[in-house]
C-alpha cells in the first residue's frame, strides 16, 4: 500500500510534464496584406471614415449616394440588398 502511495503521485507529476510539453499543430495560413487600420461611422453623421498613409479618408453619403473622396489604396463598393435601393452593404476594398 505504501508502494502504491508512491507510485500514483510520480505517475500524475510525470502526465502533468508530458501535457506541458505539447506543441501546437494547427497553422494560420495568410495571403494577402495587413491593413494598418479600419473604417468607421459616427452615429448620426452621414460620412465613413478610414485610415490611410496620409490620414484620414472620408466617404461621403447622400441619399443613397456614396461619393468617393479619390484615395489611391481603397474604393467604396455599393450592393443594393433590396429592389427599392433602400438598403445598401458598403465594402471598402482596399488595393
Not at 494577402?32 to 452615429?43: L, R
Not at 479618408?57 to 440588398?81: C, F, G, W
Request: aromatic share 6%; with cysteine.
Amino acid at each position: 500500500m505504501k508502494t502504491m502511495r508512491c507510485v500514483i503521485p510520480v505517475i500524475l507529476l510525470s502526465f502533468i510534464v508530458h501535457e506541458g510539453k505539447a506543441k501546437p499543430t494547427a497553422q494560420i495560413h495568410f495571403m494577402g496584406s495587413v491593413v494598418e487600420a479600419g473604417c468607421w461611422n459616427d452615429v448620426g453623421t452621414l460620412e465613413i471614415q478610414c485610415h490611410n498613409k496620409e490620414g484620414i479618408e472620408r466617404y461621403i453619403i447622400v441619399e443613397n449616394i456614396v461619393t468617393p473622396i479619390s484615395s489611391p489604396h481603397a474604393m467604396v463598393k455599393q450592393d443594393y440588398l433590396d429592389e427599392d435601393k433602400q438598403l445598401t452593404v458598403l465594402r471598402i476594398v482596399y488595393d
